[in-house]
């Protein structure tokens, strides 16, 4: 069965892909890099999983290259609505036995239950809060997404509804007054923005990264990748930059990744991932970590600022 529904993400592939934007990426010579050397133009959604699962890729990169890159996060509306009937899945319910299937794949905790107990109609309200987020502070708007894709993915809640984007946005530290307004004003329109630069650059699946540097050189990454591919689409366009070597501790990392999983901890630490588990689960069970269990796989975080400086 032809695969045409943007739900159906490829484990293989390592794409989630739209339907209407069949074709090749178009000319990216307009775009260039301003305050650092490389630019990365990265196209996602909040309910992709192909995107959550190289968040321990992304991670890395920004952890070893964050001086020199700048990554600028759009949404690209990989669910609009149901009005489609194709790809094998045709309504929320068919979504659930996908999404554990991709969540083995990449090694990362999704529980597709989301779609049997409170599927989502649409991943546009999500979409649409990220760029509320994004006005306010776009850190603070990278961690509002983090927020709620673990509350899709692991805690099986429907982020359409305003309630948990309202919780994500506390839960960052962002003003909630200020979010509602742009919510319903602004966002929208920032959104429908992206929708639109995408169409012109011919984005036809997440996760998409266009590299470019400052002359507007520029490589391209699409789909879920190894570290490898993003670090030398990096150094293709810049090979003089140099690599952070970054605290591998558990303790400094929760400092700037509040949560990680198994995964991203053994990519970020060099941990075999046959151990990584048990690290954090003894980590955890010394009382350092908090673990957060799903049917397919867990989160720890960190469970105070005193345990971390003990």
């Known amino acids: 069965m032809e695969n045409n529904n943007p739900l159906l993400c490829n484990p293989e592939s390592g794409i989630c892909e739209m339907p209407m934007n069949q074709g090749n990426p178009a000319d990216t010579n307009n775009i260039k890099s301003g305050k650092k050397p490389i630019t990365i133009i990265y196209y996602t959604d909040p309910i992709c999983s192909s995107c959550w699962g190289i968040e321990p890729q992304l991670r890395k990169l920004k952890l070893e290259y964050g ?42 905790p999704i529980d597709g239950d989301v779609w049997l107990e409170d599927p989502l109609a649409s991943s546009y309200p999500p979409s649409i809060a990220f ?63 992206d929708l639109s630069l995408a169409k012109k650059l011919g984005v036809r699946g997440f996760p998409t990264m266009f590299f470019a540097d400052t002359t507007g050189r520029s490589e391209f990454v699409y789909g879920a990748k190894p570290y490898i591919t993003f670090e030398a689409a990096v150094l293709k366009l810049s090979p003089s930059i140099t690599k952070n070597n970054y605290d591998k501790n558990w303790s400094a990392l929760f400092t700037i990744y509040h949560t990680l999983t198994a995964k ?31 049917k397919n796989g867990s989160l720890w975080k960190v469970k105070s600022v005193k345990d971390m400086n003990r």
């Open 264 to 294: 991203e901890f053994s990519e970020l630490t060099g941990t075999p991932r046959s151990e990584s588990e048990q690290v954090l689960n003894n980590l955890s069970a010394e009382g350092m970590l908090e673990k957060c269990t799903t």
């Open 67 to 108: 001086g020199s890159i700048e990554i600028e996060y759009r949404m690209g509306g990989l669910l609009p609505d149901w009005s489609y009937n194709s790809g094998g899945i045709s309504k929320p319910s068919d979504v659930a036995h996908h999404w554990d299937e991709v969540s083995a794949h990449y090694d990362m």
């Open 131 to 193: 760029k509320a987020a994004q006005m306010q502070d776009k850190e603070k708007a990278i961690l509002f997404l983090r927020e709620i894709r673990e509350m899709v993915f692991l805690q099986k809640k429907n982020i359409t509804k305003w309630e948990h984007l309202e919780s994500a946005a506390a839960n960052v530290g962002l003003d909630i007054l200020q979010f509602k307004q742009d919510y319903d004003g602004k966002a929208r329109e920032l959104f429908n923005e």
